[in-house]
């Protein structure tokens, strides 16, 4: 088992360019994984105090803020949520949603589509957005993107599959 103390000494002992491949890597690990899960959930919170810290949410004492300088000068990414946040993260997904079609013929992804577990929860997401877009509530969702989505045959109510 990982430990933080273990993954600590295994970043400060390895040079600065593997040290950037390893942060990189954590990065693409889901927390829900299994076999990384203490591996990818200490990424994850890691992730997570930094952001807080750095927007002002919250206090981190000098020894965990010299961890972080640490952690930075090795390389490791604090940002391993930066694909689900922005305008960038809504093209991505459209474009995965483009892909799905694609390969389906259909708009309709399953909450458990394997090959991308975000892009079911990512149409869930539209289609409350699009909810609140219609009844003149505050909404993530465009017009001009509920126009894009329609273009593509996306349906804005879910059902089962035939």
């Known amino acids: ?41 200490w990424t994850v919170q890691m992730s997570q105090l930094h952001q807080s810290w750095q927007e002002g949410r919250k206090y981190i004492p000098p020894e965990m803020v010299e961890k972080f300088n640490q952690l930075n000068a090795m390389g490791f990414g604090f940002d391993v949520f930066l694909t689900r946040r922005g305008e960038q993260s809504w093209e991505d997904s459209f474009g995965l949603l483009l892909q799905y079609r694609q390969e389906t013929g259909s708009c309709r992804v399953s909450h458990h ?41 996306f349906e804005w109510v879910a059902r089962q599959r035939d």
Request: charged share 15%; hydrophobic share 45%; with cysteine.
């Open 1 to 41: 088992m990982l430990t933080l103390g273990l993954i600590y000494y295994l970043l400060s002992s390895f040079c600065s360019s593997f040290a950037f491949i390893f942060s990189s890597l954590l990065r693409l690990l889901p927390t829900n994984f299994y076999m990384y899960s203490n591996l990818g959930g």
């Open 113 to 153: 589509y394997k090959a991308d577990f975000h892009l079911g929860s990512w149409v869930a997401v539209q289609r409350k957005d699009y909810k609140l877009l219609v009844a003149d509530k505050p909404s993530r969702l465009t017009h001009d993107r509920a126009q894009r989505l329609e273009s593509i045959g």
